[in-house]
């Protein structure tokens, strides 16, 4: 009864150190998201990648990639990390992209860069 | 460009008292609006969620208004309770989701 489980929970980076941020989902949903929570900006779409094999530009991709890497797992990377990208993140995952589709969120990773 | 705005920022309501969250959006091809609930440490929720061909959804304690004309959509939630103080997030989708930027829902004792 996982949902969507994201490691890691906490991480604290110097500035232009790399990582990579993992989720995976096991309710067998087609599509996935990377969001990034930020105080008083709502939640803004970094990548998503509608089904196996596909990822697209969100709102905020900049300085991120994406790998879909199977059906479960979509992992997001910074490759040179900056201060502006100190945020919480968010995986998520629904059955498909578009209306009357519930969107189900891990419980997110906490980033901060030094 | 903020495609959903949403207000308040933050709100205080007395317990059994109605919450009213507001929210406007632009772009007329969003089909589908969800409001997502958040607490502390946790992701978001779904809460409740309405299509634009009808007015008005309810699901219990809470409702969603919708005026197409207007491209306004709210969230009430009836006899607040202790428990309801979350953040919520209004959103829009045409394929992905629009959040707005939360309201920060207090109920007070």
């Known amino acids: 009864n996982a949902g969507v489980t994201q490691t890691p929970k906490f991480q604290v980076l110097k500035t232009g150190q790399s990582m990579t941020l993992q989720c995976a989902q096991d309710?067998?949903?087609?599509?996935m998201y990377w969001y990034r929570q930020d105080p008083g900006m709502g939640l803004r779409l970094i990548y998503y990648?509608?089904?196996?094999?596909?990822?697209d530009k969100g709102e905020v991709p900049n300085g991120y990639n994406v790998s879909r890497l199977n059906k479960r797992e979509f992992s997001l990377r910074l490759e040179s990390a900056a201060p502006s990208q100190t945020s919480v993140y968010f995986c998520?995952?629904?059955?498909?992209?578009?209306?009357?589709?519930?969107?189900?969120f891990g419980q997110g990773t906490r980033l901060t860069v030094v | 460009q903020q495609q959903v705005k949403q207000s308040p920022q933050s709100l205080i309501v007395q317990k059994g008292g109605i919450s009213i969250i507001n929210c406007a959006y632009e772009?007329?091809?969003?089909?589908?609006f969800p409001w997502y609930q958040q607490f502390p440490g946790k992701g978001p929720a779904l809460l409740i969620a309405?299509?634009?061909?009808?007015s008005e959804k309810k699901e219990g304690r809470f409702t969603i208004s919708f005026n197409k004309s207007a491209k306004q959509f709210s969230l009430h939630i009836m006899d607040s309770q202790p428990g309801d103080s979350a953040t919520y997030f209004c959103?829009?989708?045409?394929?992905?989701?629009?959040f707005g930027k939360g309201t920060m829902l207090l109920v007070s004792p």
């Open positions: 998520a995952s629904s059955f498909k992209t578009g209306a009357n589709t519930e969107a189900f």
């Open positions: 309710m067998n949903h087609n599509s």
């Open positions: 990648s509608a089904s196996e094999g596909t990822t």
């Open positions: 772009n007329t091809a969003f089909d589908y």
């Open positions: 309405i299509r634009p061909d009808v």
């Open positions: 959103a829009a989708s045409k394929s992905t989701l629009t």
